[in-house]
């Protein structure tokens, strides 16, 4: 199928419309934040799925019900899908917790107004370009990444749903005054997990004992989160996600894009990151 038959545009982004309605933006638009809610912020294939275990067993206290009874897009819900417009999120008890992959100059008014906390996970984009390829191979809501060099060069140009990964990390690195921002990459996720949990339950201001840390990160291990049929996608049709081409679990490592860029293709990669992240302070695990 086209673009134009999976695809539909707001802002200037390509979204996918099996997820994405007139409706379910309308109401994303108007949603009204509340000071305590928790906001996973990703670019697509950098550790959502993987947030939406963490935070909601940090803010549990390391109770697994609800990873072990709700659906990750129920427990954590994408504020622009459509799923949102069903989950009542208005009478959910605080602390609320939402993922987004929207830029941050695509929130609604009231995000501004209330400055919830926001979880920015990041990824070396080699590695989300590789994991991207896959996604759309096994997606048939996503076109077909084939040829692979054209779709380099759709992704290295933003022609992919969710647009640029490069304005989707500028434009989080560059939040407005008084926003909380925890900013964590999944490379230092996949290196210290541990360390990583205790972070984040830091910022969350939720006091954890080590015992309970080390309880959550190993339940978040890449082995047993794919276990988990609340978090694996194994209940979506294989019409809509077929594993058998390519499971959602799929290596869950960092530098697996040495097995899919050609020489070439890294060079000009890296020659493109070098000219789009030029003026970015910012020090990434992979620079
Ligand atoms: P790979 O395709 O490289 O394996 P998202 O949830 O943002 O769509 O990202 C999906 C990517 O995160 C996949 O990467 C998936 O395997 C990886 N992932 C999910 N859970 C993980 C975990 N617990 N540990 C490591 N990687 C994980």
């Not at 996918?16 to 670019?43: C, G, M, Q």
């Not at 208005?90 to 830029?103: G, K, Y």
């Amino acid at each position: 199928m086209t673009e134009e038959d999976l695809y539909i545009s707001y802002k200037g982004i390509k979204l996918p419309k099996i997820a994405h309605t007139p409706e379910s933006l309308k109401h994303f638009e108007e949603f009204t934040f509340r000071p305590d809610d928790v906001l996973i912020v990703t670019y697509p294939k950098s550790g959502t799925t993987w947030m939406q275990e963490i935070v909601p067993l940090i803010l549990s206290g390391g109770d697994p019900a609800s990873v072990e009874t709700l659906h990750n897009w129920d427990r954590v819900p994408w504020l622009e899908e459509h799923r949102a417009l069903v989950l009542n999120l208005e009478d959910r008890p605080s602390p609320r917790m939402f993922t987004t992959h929207f830029l941050d100059d695509m929130m609604p008014a009231s995000f501004f107004a209330v400055k919830p906390k926001v979880i920015y996970v990041m990824r070396n984009p080699k590695d989300v370009f590789t994991s991207l390829f896959h996604y759309h191979v096994m997606a048939s809501f996503l076109v077909n990444p084939v040829p692979q060099s054209e779709f380099l060069h759709k992704f290295l140009d933003g022609r992919v749903v969710f647009g640029t990964w490069f304005d989707h990390v500028k434009s989080w690195l560059n939040v407005g005054e008084g926003q909380q921002m925890l900013y964590i990459s999944y490379e230092e996720m996949v290196k210290d997990l541990k360390d990583s949990v205790r972070r984040i339950a830091q910022f969350l201001e939720k006091p954890l004992d080590a015992e309970v840390v080390e309880q959550i990160a190993n339940r978040c291990l890449f082995k047993n989160m794919k276990k988990n049929s609340m978090s694996n996608y194994s209940v979506v049709p294989c019409e809509i996600m077929d594993q058998t081409k390519s499971e959602f679990f799929r290596k869950g490592v960092v530098g697996d894009w040495q097995n899919q860029l050609t020489a070439a293709e890294a060079e000009y990669f890296d020659a493109v990151y070098k000219e789009k992240m030029k003026d970015v302070k910012y020090t990434f695990p992979w620079d």
